[in-house]
């Protein structure tokens, strides 16, 4: 069982910048491939990056392409997402995921965190 929590989330201006963690548990995070996706009120889930189990491995949807970073460390069972340049059409619940696949562009996840909410304002 792998157990992930997701933290800093927040209010931001639009242009600013968020730095996203999620820790997980358990002792297969090291073999597992992790990803963000965000659901903003009414729209469905969507998958924004995913990153492989070594690190070397990523995948951006095209609207974070420039402006989000997905990164690891498997020492600290920890992923990041690292975003810049937040517009109001940012603002969302982001979710971290984690899976033992390996196509990082698939949204099919076996463990999700709970949430943390980004709020971008004008």
Do not use: H
Not at 23 to 42: E, K, V
Not at 101 to 122: H, K, N
């Amino acid at each position: 069982q792998v157990q992930l929590v997701e933290s800093g989330g927040g209010l931001v201006q639009a242009g600013g910048s968020l730095r996203l963690s999620c820790a997980a548990s358990g002792r297969t995070f090291s073999r597992m491939s992790m990803g963000w996706f965000r659901q903003a009120p009414g729209k469905e889930r969507e998958l924004i990056a995913a990153i492989g189990w070594g690190g070397s491995g990523t995948y951006y949807v095209d609207f974070a392409k420039g402006r989000f970073t997905i990164s690891r460390d498997n020492a600290k069972n920890t992923v990041y997402l690292q975003m810049n340049s937040l517009k109001p059409e940012d603002a969302a619940v982001y979710y971290c995921a984690a899976k033992f696949g390996l196509a990082l562009q698939e949204t099919e996840y076996d463990y999700w965190g709970q949430g943390t909410q980004v709020t971008v304002s004008s």
